[in-house]
């Protein structure tokens, strides 16, 4: 599953970049691409791709079963790249059939295995992609006029639901990685109440923004929560610190892109002063966190699962972490310091992510295309 998905991630980045940056500069004027249009497809059509990569990849070594590959796996992601043109042209009712069916057959085939063997360890996983298709499928509904709130319901549910995913994920691997990728030997250990603490917040956190001005909810709380999960996430990252990372760039890549969704939160507690747009945060969490996080993990993947060294990545690829690292503070910081420049400052940024995916690009399609290098099936 990395294969396909992990390519047509990285594709597909460029062109909805490419043909928002369009939009964005004035040389392309399309009704409906709109903001709601731009984080959708980077929730669902760019981020969506790689979890979908990752998890039928990784639910085949957890479970010890195929989940899906030769001819259905085909047809799966065939679906996924007609929803991406449906959305790119504005069909919408094309791209929501496609769309959804995309992620039923994907949930089904992360789900059964787990289910036959009973990982009970795995039901948050399967969670949040099921209710990822809930939110897809909010998304469309407001899109085609069946339900008014719709499109905020569907993108935001679907953002802090990824958002949600990669603070779990990410405790499972990054100590994991980071135990078995530096020099010398370290321990990392789990704070439970710590862990939970984060979580509790967090979910509490993303339901107040979802439900928030429904029921009345005080904007101080969404931004009292968000300082509380500042705090808590920078205890978890410098719970996980050793400083060998700095010799593995598969390793700072994550810390640094864990540390972009720190900073999100603590933004978005400071955005409470109305200093700048609870926007600045946002991109603080998907472009520095969510963004380079994918990247490094579809670098890492691809690189183990062809039978290949994840202790000597490419030069090209160091560089690509570097570049999408400085499209997200020119996103994100420097529109806070020079507000005077932030349309410019936000082409900049889809210029540098553009440049930064074809880095990925030129060294990664030979390794997804290729057989592994170790002759062994996959």
């Known amino acids: 599953g990395f294969r396909p998905f992990f390519l047509g991630a990285a594709i597909y980045a460029i062109i909805a970049m490419f043909v928002w940056w369009l939009q964005y500069s004035g040389f392309v004027q399309a009704d409906h691409l709109t903001p709601a249009w731009h984080a959708h497809?980077?929730?669902?059509?760019?981020?969506?791709a790689v979890i979908a990569g990752f998890l039928l990849t990784s639910v085949r070594n957890w479970t010890g079963i195929d989940t899906v590959s030769g001819g259905r796996l085909c047809i799966l992601f065939s679906c996924w790249v007609l929803a991406?043109?449906?959305?790119?042209?504005?069909?919408?009712?094309?791209?929501?059939?496609?769309?959804?069916?995309?992620?039923?057959?994907?949930?089904?085939?992360?789900?059964?295995?787990?289910?036959?063997?009973?990982?009970?360890?795995?039901?948050?996983?399967?969670?949040?992609?099921?209710?990822?298709?809930?939110?897809?499928?909010?998304?469309?509904?407001?899109?085609?006029?069946?339900?008014?709130?719709?499109?905020?319901?569907?993108?935001?549910?679907?953002?802090?639901?990824?958002?949600?995913?990669?603070?779990?994920?990410?405790?499972?691997?990054?100590?994991?990685?980071?135990?078995?990728?530096?020099?010398?030997?370290?321990?990392?250990?789990?704070?439970?109440?710590?862990?939970?603490?984060?979580?509790?917040?967090?979910?509490?956190?993303?339901?107040?923004?979802?439900?928030?001005?429904?029921?009345?909810?005080?904007?101080?709380?969404?931004?009292?929560?968000?300082?509380?999960?500042?705090?808590?996430?920078?205890?978890r990252l410098g719970s996980w610190y050793t400083k060998g990372i700095w010799q593995k760039p598969l390793l700072w890549s994550l810390f640094l892109s864990y540390g972009f969704i720190t900073l999100g939160f603590g933004l978005y507690?400071?955005?409470?002063?109305?200093?700048?747009?609870?926007?600045?945060?946002?991109?603080?969490?998907?472009?520095?966190?969510?963004?380079?996080?994918t990247l490094s993990m579809m670098a890492r993947v691809s690189l183990g699962h062809t039978g290949r060294s994840i202790h000597e990545p490419s030069q090209w690829v160091v560089f690509a972490f570097g570049i999408l690292a400085i499209?997200?503070?020119?996103?994100?910081?420097?529109?806070?310091?020079l507000p005077q420049y932030y349309p410019l400052l936000i082409q900049v940024s889809q210029i540098l992510w553009m440049i930064s995916f074809a880095l990925f690009l030129v060294v990664y399609v030979p390794v997804l295309a290729l057989p592994r290098v170790d002759s062994q099936p996959g």
């Open 41 to 48: 497809e980077m929730i669902f059509g760019y981020t969506f």
């Open 84 to 235: 991406r043109l449906g959305n790119i042209f504005g069909s919408y009712e094309f791209a929501a059939l496609l769309d959804l069916v995309c992620m039923v057959m994907c949930t089904w085939y992360i789900v059964v295995p787990i289910v036959q063997v009973k990982q009970r360890r795995q039901i948050a996983v399967v969670g949040i992609v099921s209710v990822l298709l809930l939110a897809n499928g909010l998304y469309y509904s407001g899109q085609l006029g069946l339900v008014g709130n719709g499109i905020f319901l569907g993108n935001y549910l679907g953002l802090y639901l990824v958002l949600g995913l990669v603070l779990m994920m990410s405790g499972r691997v990054v100590p994991f990685f980071t135990t078995r990728g530096v020099e010398e030997s370290v321990e990392i250990p789990t704070y439970l109440l710590l862990e939970a603490t984060n979580f509790i917040t967090y979910a509490v956190f993303a339901l107040a923004i979802l439900v928030g001005q429904e029921i009345g909810l005080a904007v101080e709380l969404v931004n009292g929560l968000a300082g509380c999960l500042f705090i808590l996430n920078l205890l």
């Open 269 to 293: 507690a400071l955005a409470y002063f109305g200093w700048f747009s609870v926007f600045i945060p946002i991109h603080a969490l998907v472009v520095g966190g969510v963004s380079l996080l």
């Open 327 to 337: 499209a997200a503070i020119t996103r994100v910081i420097m529109p806070i310091l």
